[in-house]
């Protein structure tokens, strides 16, 4: 594949983000790691380690408006033609995103000074992938058809918006339970940036129309920023060591890299024995990018109307060659790539979950006809809403689930999400206990997992914990 | 128990299928087959001259000729490489009772010419605008000599009067060029 190619696949492809939402994690505390969806979330357990590296591992993706299925189906037809109706089918609004998560190491325990410990301190940390792309419309109907055809019509550089990161994650968490009614919980992180490239903030249009003094006017009002830090340092420098590389990346994970802050903050409310209300908000932070930056910034206006060479009316004496001369210094000073190192701030991608949650149907014990003295309530059904910031307009996602407590050790979710994705995503979870081993799988649109190429979305998670002390 | 039995058997197809799905009927090297056929317009020259400036001291300036020298851009590798047809579209405009011949020269960095085409502006009946368009396909061989000019020659040359008239400062009318490109790309991977 040419270099073309390849930058035209990156920028359809390339910053696939993962669907952030974790509707089948939220509110499911037999794992562990649902304290990290809502912070005052109360894990069923006293003590729990997480494997290392193997805790919790989150995939996923998404594309709005298409599946891979649509462009590269194996059906005979011409692949340009393919990709150039989906560019006119999708709008700019339409969005390719990929998120990743992975647990470096994990933990928590119930702690209190009464006789019912009312405190759980979580703590931990995970390294995160988070990219989100528009579709750059106006860009590929340039590419594919030129402005010939497009005479009037406004290019708008905005359409190019992408954000993509790689960072770590420290953090400390702490749910209190204020009194039986209400649990509040909140988590401190430390962002270390591993990588970052962001160009979200790109303003003006280009338009070909019919002219006065000739046939075509051509206007370029353009204003295009692009950031990246981590990326400079890395393909720079001249040695073809790998293990240096890694070396360098190894230190930007343990904050050696563009710090941040943030905090997650979150409310369980329990007005009734069968009825909760929770809600969290997580990710509030930003990163600060002042080391290994660089910044690409494309700004000016110009109006051409094409080239006067007879009798130039310049009453200065100007030849028609320096005219020619300020014409092309024009466009040359129009698409100067002005290359800059300046220190830039990127908020993260706030996340807020909500859930409405209603749990019915005790155990009946078979040896007296009565409930089962190990309590609790079987089945839960609930909504619940998700939504996250994006640079355009936050995300937004729909779930109604239902939850089964098969047994003491074997739970079950399942999940009915309407999102920008799909109005079909169907998610299943199960988390199984075996000793004081935890082992839990997530997976959202399973009707797809005969073709993933037809998924328009998918996310997957599961992992594996040490756990101590569930169900007292 | 059986229930729970029955559970773990779904529980544990549902992770077979995950782990057996799989995509299907799909070709990613078609990507390879990608081409981009963009037609990208472009103002060329333009110039508007009234029938006064053809003459001086009360002389008929019967040739106006300029250059544009330097242009880059047809010998761009970028160019050479996709550029695949070119239209050159002129549009006159003539408001002056005489006729005009326009020549437009194409020639390289050693002023060798390449290329040259000329078309005829009539002439106004009577000071109504008479348009004249002539489109020039430049493929193949033509375009090669394209993509090698850097040197642009534009002559305005006044055709003698049928009459014998000669234009004044008193002359009425003028003479409007305008211009466009239509540059063909092939972009492929």
Known sequence: MSKRVIVIVLMLFGFVTFAQNKQLLFGFNDIPQSVLINPSTTPDNELFVGLPLISHIHLGFGSSGISAFDLFADDGRDFSDKLRQVIFQLDNNDFFMATQQVDIFSGGFAFGSGIEKDRYLSFGMYLETDAIAYHPKDYAVLAFEGNATNIGRVFDVSDLNFTGEVLSVLHVGITKKMNDKLTLGARGKIYSSVFNVTSTDNRGSFITEEGQNNLLIHTFNIDFTFNSSGIASLTEDSNSDISNDIKTLRKRLLFGGNLGLGLDFGFTYQPSDQWTIEGSLLDVGFVRHAKDIETYRVKGTYVYEGINPLFPEVPTGQTAEDYWNDIADNFEELFDIDSTATKYTTWRPTKLNAAVRYRFGKKISKDCNCYAEDGGYLNAVGAQLFAIRRPRAPQLALTAFYYRRVFKGLQFKATYTIDSFSFTNVGLGVSTDIGPLNLYVLADNVLEYQNLAKAQSLSLQFGLNFVFGKGQ | ?189
């Open chain 2, 1 to 189: 128990m059986l229930n729970s039995k029955l559970n773990y058997i779904v529980c544990f197809f549902i992770l077979i299928l995950t782990c057996t799905s799989c995509v299907k009927d799909v070709d990613f090297n078609q990507a390879e087959n990608l081409t981009l056929t963009p037609i990208v317009a472009a103002s060329v020259v333009y110039t508007d001259v009234e029938a006064s400036r053809f003459s001086e001291n009360g002389t008929e300036i019967e040739t106006v000729r300029d250059s544009i020298a330097n242009i880059e851009i047809f010998t761009e590798q970028f160019v050479i490489d996709n550029l695949v047809r070119t239209d050159l579209v002129f549009e006159v405009t003539n408001s002056i009772d005489r006729s005009f011949e326009l020549d437009v020269e194409f020639l390289d960095e050693s002023d060798t010419l390449l290329d040259v085409f000329t078309f005829e502006a009539l002439p106004s009946n009577g000071s109504n605008e008479v348009i004249t368009m002539v489109t020039e396909v430049y493929e193949n061989e033509r375009l090669e000599a394209l993509k090698q000019t850097t040197k642009l020659v534009i002559t305005l040359r006044l055709l003698p009067s049928s009459d014998g008239s000669t234009l004044n400062e008193n002359s009425t009318g003028r003479i409007i060029l305008k211009s466009k490109g239509l540059f063909y790309l092939n972009l492929s991977a």
